[in-house]
């Protein structure tokens, strides 16, 4: 599977389009099609299925993208929010030297390495710039990644906002609201979806690094002493929410921190095989109790929790669960993406967990003339339980493999029998395999088999 391939087929199918194509472009920048938006919705839609509405003790927010600008202070992104950014002399692209580094070998961790001994590296090894080949560099400066703009009519420095960078701070400052009016108690999580943006210095490899993006994020509220529970078992819950997806094992693995923030005590990923290499799909973090405490220092707001059982009064612990939904996107089209060789054909197919695809029928009239009255009155029917298409155009097999290619579960052909007996052929996308249904069971029957 290479990336190319991906590229073209979202684009092509409606999964995916560049930003702002009829005007060039913008660099890194994508827009989700009428079959995008249905994926990514159904992922959002199972991530807090799984994550809030199944998870005892979890509640949803819906926090702002712009938040006062002391909480980026609190947070220590204003200081340290940075990516290691380093420039060829010869060519002028710029890179991340810890990229550069990763992608020469596999004997030192970037990670753990000052910027002085990234240079010095990268400058002893003469690592070659990946545009132009040669080996001529500045020092590093730290980049910060968060996106400026400001608000009100009068630009000065009082009126500077911050496109949020990640979705997490959110949580944070209604800590005490949800916790609050849900009569919350330890432990509790907190769950968001939303957007979050960075100036990343090198974003690419399509949806997988790009300047706007989705995060789902939870984090959850505990007491010091249980927090390193909860971080296996949260580690452990995003694996097995991924095999749910239909994600092949073989196509992840963790991926422990070596140095880890300094406020966090445990910290790993799960990377996915993507077709560039293995690279962070989810982050689970133990975060200490640094975040409420910052926020307390900078708020003056006590973010202590008191136990009504103990009367002991402490600031919680976070175990931070948090995955990209564009990544995620990515990982479950490259997952489920095959082209299949049949007996005198080959065939595109698009493997995905039935919960997660873009439609779950399409309704086939078999002769346009003959069929077609009685395949809307279906289509309408079906519609007001799952998504539905249509297709009258073309053979039944072409139309078949169209819905195929897309990742449709159920194909319902509608012929003689359904307008003499009230029956309908229904064709399973993985098996091929036919059977006949009365026109009453077809819902049923889909949605027993859609279920996550
Ligand atoms: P990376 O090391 O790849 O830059 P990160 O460690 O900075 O990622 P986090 O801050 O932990 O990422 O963000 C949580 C999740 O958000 C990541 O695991 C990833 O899935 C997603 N994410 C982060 N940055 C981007 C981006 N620029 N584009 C798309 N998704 C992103």
């Given at each position: 599977?290479d990336m190319e391939?991906?590229?073209?087929?979202?684009?092509?199918?409606g999964?995916?389009f560049?930003g702002?194509?009829?005007?060039?472009?913008?660099?890194?920048?994508?827009d989700y099609g009428?079959?995008?938006?249905?994926?990514?919705n159904n992922?959002?839609?199972?991530?807090?299925?799984r994550?809030v509405?199944e998870s005892?003790?979890?509640?949803?927010?819906d926090?702002g993208i712009l938040?006062n600008?002391?909480v980026?202070?609190?947070?220590?992104?204003?200081?340290?929010?940075?990516?290691?950014?380093?420039?060829?002399k010869?060519?002028?692209?710029?890179?991340r030297?810890?990229?550069?580094?990763?992608g020469f070998?596999?004997?030192?961790?970037p990670?753990?390495?000052?910027d002085?001994e990234?240079?010095k590296?990268?400058?002893?090894?003469k690592?070659?710039?990946?545009?132009?080949?040669k080996?001529?560099y500045?020092?590093?400066?730290?980049f910060n990644l968060?996106f400026?703009t400001?608000?009100?009519?009068?630009?000065?420095?009082?009126s500077?906002?911050?496109l949020?960078?990640e979705t997490?701070q959110?949580?944070f400052?209604n800590?005490?609201?949800?916790?609050?009016t849900?009569r919350?108690k330890i432990?509790f999580?907190?769950g968001?979806i939303?957007?979050a943006?960075r100036?990343?210095?090198?974003?690419g490899?399509?949806i997988f690094?790009?300047i706007?993006f989705e995060?789902m994020?939870?984090?959850w509220f505990c007491?010091e002493?249980t927090d390193?529970?909860?971080?296996k078992t949260?580690?452990?819950k995003?694996w097995?929410f991924?095999?749910?997806?239909g994600?092949?094992?073989n196509?992840?693995?963790f991926?422990d921190?070596?140095?880890?923030?300094h406020y966090?005590?445990e910290?790993?990923d799960?990377e996915?095989?993507?077709?560039?290499?293995?690279?962070?799909?989810?982050?689970?973090?133990n975060?200490t109790n640094?975040?409420?405490?910052?926020?307390?220092?900078y708020?003056?707001?006590?973010?202590e929790y008191l136990d009504p059982?103990t009367?002991e009064?402490?600031v919680p612990?976070?175990?931070?669960?948090s995955?990209?939904c564009d990544?995620?996107?990515l990982?479950i089209?490259?997952?489920?993406?095959?082209?299949?060789q049949?007996?005198?054909?080959?065939r595109?197919v698009?493997k995905?967990?039935?919960?997660?695809a873009?439609?779950?029928?399409?309704?086939?009239p078999?002769?346009?003339?003959?069929?077609?009255d009685?395949?809307?009155?279906?289509?309408?029917?079906?519609?007001k339980h799952?998504?539905?298409?249509?297709?009258?155009?073309g053979s039944?097999?072409k139309?078949?493999?169209r819905a195929?290619?897309?990742?449709?579960v159920?194909a319902v052909?509608?012929d003689?029998?359904?307008?003499?007996?009230n029956?309908v052929?229904?064709?399973?996308?993985?098996?091929m395999?036919?059977i006949?249904?009365?026109?009453?069971?077809?819902i049923?029957?889909?949605?027993?088999r859609i279920k996550?």
């Amino acid at each position: 599977m290479d990336m190319e391939k991906i590229v073209n087929y979202c684009k092509n199918y409606g999964f995916i389009f560049p930003g702002s194509d009829i005007y060039g472009g913008l660099a890194n920048t994508w827009d989700y099609g009428p079959l995008g938006v249905e994926l990514k919705n159904n992922i959002k839609k199972v991530w807090w299925k799984r994550f809030v509405q199944e998870s005892e003790n979890s509640f949803g927010i819906d926090a702002g993208i712009l938040m006062n600008p002391i909480v980026w202070q609190a947070s220590g992104h204003v200081d340290s929010f940075t990516d290691p950014l380093i420039d060829c002399k010869e060519c002028k692209a710029r890179h991340r030297a810890d990229h550069l580094i990763e992608g020469f070998t596999d004997e030192v961790i970037p990670d753990t390495m000052t910027d002085e001994e990234m240079v010095k590296y990268i400058n002893d090894n003469k690592i070659p710039c990946p545009n132009c080949g040669k080996s001529n560099y500045t020092d590093i400066r730290e980049f910060n990644l968060m996106f400026e703009t400001s608000r009100g009519v009068v630009k000065d420095a009082t009126s500077k906002v911050y496109l949020r960078p990640e979705t997490a701070q959110g949580e944070f400052v209604n800590f005490l609201n949800v916790q609050r009016t849900m009569r919350a108690k330890i432990p509790f999580g907190i769950g968001q979806i939303g957007k979050a943006f960075r100036n990343e210095i090198t974003p690419g490899n399509f949806i997988f690094r790009t300047i706007e993006f989705e995060q789902m994020e939870h984090q959850w509220f505990c007491k010091e002493g249980t927090d390193s529970d909860f971080y296996k078992t949260f580690k452990e819950k995003a694996w097995k929410f991924l095999l749910d997806l239909g994600i092949d094992e073989n196509s992840i693995r963790f991926h422990d921190h070596d140095k880890l923030s300094h406020y966090a005590k445990e910290a790993c990923d799960i990377e996915y095989n993507f077709p560039f290499g293995f690279s962070e799909l989810w982050g689970t973090h133990n975060r200490t109790n640094y975040d409420l405490g910052r926020h307390q220092e900078y708020s003056k707001k006590s973010m202590e929790y008191l136990d009504p059982e103990t009367n002991e009064k402490y600031v919680p612990y976070v175990v931070e669960s948090s995955v990209g939904c564009d990544r995620l996107t990515l990982a479950i089209l490259c997952n489920a993406y095959k082209e299949e060789q049949l007996e005198n054909d080959t065939r595109e197919v698009l493997k995905i967990h039935p919960y997660l695809a873009p439609y779950k029928v399409v309704v086939l009239p078999l002769v346009k003339k003959y069929h077609s009255d009685k395949a809307k009155e279906i289509y309408q029917k079906l519609s007001k339980h799952f998504m539905t298409s249509y297709d009258d155009s073309g053979s039944i097999g072409k139309r078949y493999r169209r819905a195929d290619a897309i990742g449709t579960v159920f194909a319902v052909t509608i012929d003689d029998n359904t307008l003499n007996n009230n029956t309908v052929t229904i064709r399973d996308r993985d098996t091929m395999q036919q059977i006949t249904l009365d026109i009453d069971e077809i819902i049923n029957y889909v949605e027993e088999r859609i279920k996550l």
